[in-house]
């Protein structure tokens, strides 16, 4: 049976429908409801600036781009963006998909929370970080009308308390490998959430990097000035 929310069809191939089943078990309901929103905003988006995308592609994205931040699907030391984009390709090595769809839902979930990038991408791609700036960020909320905005809520609502809680997901999957917050927007979250956070700085980084750029000087090892490494 075919959902219509906002005018936009959820997918619902096997595949769709063991991605929704996959989700909703494994992320709460603030994700779960979340995660879809994405992918109805997404296309809505889509389809005001008549865009054309796969929108099954764009329904795996937009459900598995918090799968990251699930300790089920977080890894060690990888960024959580990229962590979803992995458990995304195993998802759709099972259902066949080609190598060049995959790459496109992989980016649409790694490059979400890279801001400037995403919107010269293909339209998966866009298309999901464009979910997501609405639901998290408000971006474009006024090019939605009232109409499609609450259509939307009624069926996936946002919780009273979803501003806070969406941040406090982003730290439960983030305080953990602080150094992966490095260069992207999660920064912002653990500089709010963690008191013992220090956020790196890329220019001491590069102050601080071991080469010597004083005029004679050689190797930043050693005190030999004509010798060189291969």
């Not at 992989?106 to 995403?118: E, M």
Request: glycine content about 8%; aromatic content about 10%; some cysteine.
């Amino acid at each position: 049976m075919t959902t219509t929310i906002a005018g936009i069809h959820i997918p619902d191939s096997a595949m769709a429908r063991a991605a929704t089943e996959l989700v909703r078990d494994t992320e709460p309901d603030l994700l779960y409801h979340h995660s879809r929103r994405v992918f109805l905003f997404g296309a809505l988006t889509g389809e005001r600036r008549q865009l054309a995308y796969d929108p099954e592609l764009l329904y795996i994205g937009a459900m598995f781009h918090d799968m990251g931040l699930t300790e089920k699907y977080w890894s060690p030391n990888d960024r959580f963006e990229v962590d979803g984009a992995n458990a995304a390709r195993e998802f759709l090595k099972q259902y066949g998909i080609g190598e060049n769809e995959i790459e496109q839902v992989w980016d649409s979930i790694a490059l979400h929370t890279t801001p400037g990038i995403p919107q010269y991408k293909k339209p998966v791609v866009a298309l999901v970080t464009a979910g997501v700036e609405m639901d998290v960020l408000g971006f474009a909320y006024d090019e939605f009308t009232d109409t499609q905005r609450k259509q939307v809520i009624e069926v996936h609502p946002r919780e009273t308390n979803f501003k806070e809680g969406i941040i406090d997901a982003f730290a439960r999957g983030t305080s953990f490998k602080p150094l992966t917050t490095f260069g992207n927007v999660k920064a912002d979250v653990l500089a709010l959430k963690d008191p013992t956070y220090k956020r790196l700085n890329f220019c001491s980084l590069i102050l601080g990097s071991a080469w010597n750029d004083s005029p004679g000087a050689g190797c930043a090892h050693c005190d030999d000035v004509t010798h060189t490494h291969p």
